[in-house]
C-alpha cells in the first residue's frame, strides 16, 4: 500500500513538473511578435510577412493564413527585434508631416547632432546661412575633439536625415517637437538656435593728406593731396542658442548679442562662446 502511495506521488510530481516546464517557455519568453498599429487605434500583435509598396502581408501570432492590410490604414509597425516603422498615420502626420515608409535610424543616446541654425536676415529666411552656422560650429568642434565630451554626428548626415524625414529647412522644425527630431536624427543631444542679423547702418569716413616736394635746382615747390575714404556697414546680431536631451528636455537656454558687429558673419564669436561654456566641452 505504502508503496502504491509513493509510485502515485511520484508520478504527481512528474506531472506537475511537465506541466509547469511546459508553461514556463510561454511565460518565461520574450514577446516574438511584431506589433502592427492601425490608424483607427487597434493594435495587433503578428508576423509581418512582407512590406510592399501598398499593402502589409501579416499572419495572426501562431497562425499561418495571411492576411494583407492597405497601408493607408497603418500607422506603423513596431518589430520584435525593436526596429520602428512609420507609414501614413493621419493623426503622427498632422503633427509632424514626415513621408511614408520613414525609419528612425538607431537611437544613440550619448552621441550629439548640430541642426541646422533657423537664420533671418533683415527679415527674411536664410537657410544657406543656416547650413554655414552649422557647418562653423560642428567644424570648430572638430578642431579640439579630444575636448569634446561626447562624439558628435556629421552635420551632413544629421541633414540627410532630417530630409529624409520632411524637415527640408531649419525653419520647418518648429511644426516638431525635439522628442522628435532627437528620434528623426538618432542622436540624444541636439545643439540648435536661431540667429538674427538686421542692417543698421553704415558709417563712411573720408581722410587727406597732403605731400610737398621741393625742387631747389629749379626752385619750384610741387604739392599733392590726396584723400581715402572708408565706410563700414553695422549689424544688430542676436544669436540665441539651446542644447535638448533625447527626451525633449531643453538643457542649455542663452543668448548673446555680439557687441560692434560689423560684418553678418560676427555670429561666429557668439557661438564659439557657447561652444566652450557647454556641459560637453572641456576647457
Known amino acids: 500500500m505504502e508503496h502504491k502511495i509513493r ?28 506589433q502592427l498599429y492601425l490608424t483607427n ?26 492576411n494583407i492590410a492597405e497601408k493607408a490604414n497603418v500607422a506603423k509597425i513596431l518589430f520584435k527585434n525593436g526596429r520602428e516603422q512609420l507609414f501614413s498615420d493621419s493623426q503622427a502626420s498632422a503633427a509632424s508631416p514626415r513621408p511614408v515608409d520613414f525609419e528612425y535610424p538607431p537611437m544613440k543616446a550619448n552621441e550629439g547632432a548640430v541642426l541646422p541654425f533657423e537664420f533671418v536676415v533683415d527679415g527674411s529666411q536664410s537657410p544657406e546661412n543656416g547650413i554655414e552656422a552649422q557647418e562653423f560650429y560642428y567644424d570648430n568642434l572638430m578642431r579640439k575633439p579630444e575636448r569634446n565630451t561626447i562624439s558628435y554626428q556629421d552635420a551632413e548626415t544629421t541633414r540627410n536625415r532630417l530630409r529624409a524625414a520632411g524637415v527640408k529647412e531649419a525653419v520647418d522644425m518648429r511644426d516638431y517637437d525635439m522628442k522628435e527630431i ?46 581715402y575714404s572708408t565706410s563700414s556697414d553695422e549689424f544688430d546680431t542676436k544669436v540665441d542658442f539651446k542644447i535638448y536631451d533625447m527626451n525633449g528636455n531643453k538643457v542649455v537656454d542663452q543668448t548673446r548679442r555680439p557687441f560692434m558687429a560689423s560684418t553678418r558673419e560676427n555670429y561666429v564669436t557668439a557661438l564659439n562662446y557657447f561652444m566652450k561654456r557647454t556641459p560637453y566641452y572641456q576647457k
Open 182 to 227: 532627437a528620434k528623426i536624427v538618432g542622436a540624444g543631444i541636439l545643439v540648435t538656435g536661431k540667429i538674427t542679423v538686421d542692417y543698421r547702418t553704415t558709417t563712411s569716413t573720408t581722410t587727406g593728406s597732403t605731400t610737398t616736394k621741393v625742387d631747389t635746382k629749379k626752385k619750384k615747390v610741387k604739392s599733392y593731396s590726396s584723400d
Open 7 to 34: 509510485s502515485e506521488m511520484g508520478y504527481l510530481k512528474i506531472s506537475i513538473l511537465l506541466l509547469v516546464g511546459a508553461l514556463l517557455p510561454v511565460n518565461g519568453q520574450e514577446n516574438k511578435a511584431d
Open 41 to 66: 487605434g487597434e493594435l495587433l500583435e503578428v508576423t509581418i510577412k512582407k512590406v510592399e509598396p501598398n499593402t502589409i502581408t501579416y499572419s495572426f501570432f501562431g497562425e499561418d493564413l495571411e
